[in-house]
């Protein structure tokens, strides 16, 4: 399967990107940009230099990944959400060398508008919902919701809300897959299968 790229997109040279990727309209990504097999970047999204992108991601419309961040594989970007680089910026003052590393991790769903403040990692099939505003790391499995986002339970790799409460421990069972999900101390993991 090859890379197909709509003609009003700008791809640069040296940009590398995995097989049956998609790009769509007016979209652009940076030559020094990695991205991953089977991916969708939608339309009028760009993708900056110093960006790794793992496989099977869907960038929604009007998404910006900036330099300095890292989409592990199977994440969806909801439409217009919105990483950031520099916590601090000064349109005056040049801040290239204090860019905040961010990275989403396998399987983690950022929803539409919400925004990424840098220097965050958001773990493995975390939630954040529409128009949250994440300033600090997210657990793994953690919904997140709120200006700023605060933590309101616990989601299944399948994104399914778990009968679990956001703080304190249990057990519960993915209404969808079945899957056993335990917590404990504040870590939400799912049970092996016997």
Not at 46 to 64: A, E, F, L, M, W
Not at 122 to 141: K, L, Y
Not at 165 to 177: L, T
Request: net charge neutral; glycine share 12%.
């Amino acid at each position: 399967m090859d890379v197909t790229a709509h003609p009003s997109a700008i791809v640069d040279d040296g940009a590398a990107i995995g097989a049956g990727t998609r790009v769509w309209h007016f979209s652009h990504v940076c030559g020094g940009a990695r991205i991953g097999r089977r991916c969708s970047l939608g339309q009028n999204v760009y993708i900056g230099n110093d960006v790794v992108i793992g496989d099977n991601v869907k960038i929604q419309n009007n998404v910006s990944v900036y330099d300095a961040v890292t989409i592990e594989d199977d994440v969806f970007c909801g439409p217009s959400m919105v990483f950031t680089n520099v916590y601090n910026p000064r349109s005056a003052i040049a801040r290239k060398d204090e860019y905040r590393p961010t990275l989403v991790r396998r399987g983690a769903t950022i929803g539409a508008n919400a925004t990424v403040v840098c220097g965050v990692t958001i773990g493995m099939h975390a939630f954040v919902a529409a128009g949250a505003v994440v300033n600090r790391d997210v657990p793994d499995f953690a919904l997140m919701a709120g200006v700023p986002a605060r933590q309101i339970g616990w989601i299944s790799r399948h994104g399914e809300r778990l009968d679990l409460p956001a703080r304190g421990e249990g057990r519960a069972r993915c209404p969808h897959s079945g899957d056993t999900y335990a917590v404990r101390d504040g870590v939400c993991a799912l049970i092996p299968a016997p």
